[in-house]
């Protein structure tokens, strides 16, 4: 599992490790979710009419699924769905993780438009349960794990993917609308969004320090929590995953880098950083609940 420098993806790109029987289904798999990121994302399209895109979207997917020996060219995205097809036919894919993820498209164009604020950590973790959780679920079921305890610890690692990419990317997302932070994480401190800023006083960054530092420590939590699977898969998947793994608890490093005002600087993951990772992947050293990161 591979990301591209400067891009951050929760997405695992078929990389050198992935099994050439599968690599296919897992391109077909990241192109399908790309393309309806961009869907979601890109361009200056309405909410409504980026809605009513997905709506396609998930209309050729459902005739993808249910027949692939429909000819390709017959979706409006022939790039995506012939190849999914094939990996659907060949895999068995589950249709109803794929279909997951559209909705999580659609949910964060709503809350972008409305302006939502996620409650909760709770609320936080069941659009988890939709944008990330697929993911691995779908992964696992291309090496052909299906135990209940792979499927939730491979849920806890996605999903600590996922909060770590939103405290990651909180000026970016900030500046587009779109807002992660829950709100009762603020209210403990008595902040409010807009309070995010580089103007603010020294006393109210503190404060938002705060907040990013405990929501920090509640993704390495997560992360560590399902941390486990990548030593219990055998194989290229396995270490695949122990540097997604990896990946996830750097970035958390970068953010306490810099004091957790990450709503101030976008931490990033290089090159540079691959010889510590592969270290630590290998032993394993970060991997005690108990042991500070460094």
């Known amino acids: 599992m591979t990301t591209e420098v400067g891009h951050y993806e929760n997405f695992p790109v078929a990389s050198w490790l992935c099994p050439a029987a599968i690599r296919p289904a897992v391109v077909a798999i990241y192109h399908f979710a790309r393309t309806a990121d961009d869907i979601a994302d890109e361009g200056a399209a309405t909410a409504p009419e980026r809605l009513d895109q997905l709506s396609a979207y998930r209309t050729a997917l459902a005739r993808c699924l249910a027949s692939a020996a429909e000819p390709a060219d017959a ?31 659609e949910q964060d164009i709503r809350h972008t438009a409305s302006g939502h604020v996620y409650a909760d950590t709770a609320e936080l973790l069941a659009y988890c349960r939709l944008s990330a959780n697929p993911v691995g679920r779908l992964l696992l079921h291309l090496y052909g794990i299906h135990d209940d305890e792979s499927l939730l610890q491979s849920d806890a690692v996605c999903s600590a993917l996922q909060l770590i990419n939103f405290w990651q990317d909180i000026s970016v997302d900030h500046a587009r609308g779109r807002h992660y932070l829950p709100a009762d994480a603020l209210q403990g401190q008595g902040l409010r969004l807009e309070e995010f800023s580089a103007g603010a006083p020294p006393e109210v960054q503190e404060r938002c320090r705060q ?58 993951v290089g090159k540079a950083d691959l010889p510590l990772m592969l270290w630590r992947a290998v032993s394993g050293a970060n991997l005690n609940p108990r042991q500070p990161a460094g």
């Not at 068995?92 to 559209?102: A, F, K, M, S, T």
């Open 75 to 105: 979706a409006q995205w022939p790039q995506v769905f012939g190849p999914l097809a094939r990996a659907a036919e060949r895999h068995r894919l589950p249709g109803d993780l794929l279909h997951d993820l559209l909705s999580a498209f």
């Open 211 to 268: 907040v990013v530092r405990r929501l920090c420590e509640e993704a390495r939590a997560l992360m560590l929590e399902g941390a486990p699977l990548a030593r219990r898969i055998p194989g290229r998947a396995g270490w695949e995953l122990r540097l997604v793994v990896q990946g996830g608890l750097r970035i958390l490093d970068k953010i306490a880098a810099i004091d957790h005002r990450s709503w101030l600087q976008r931490p990033t």
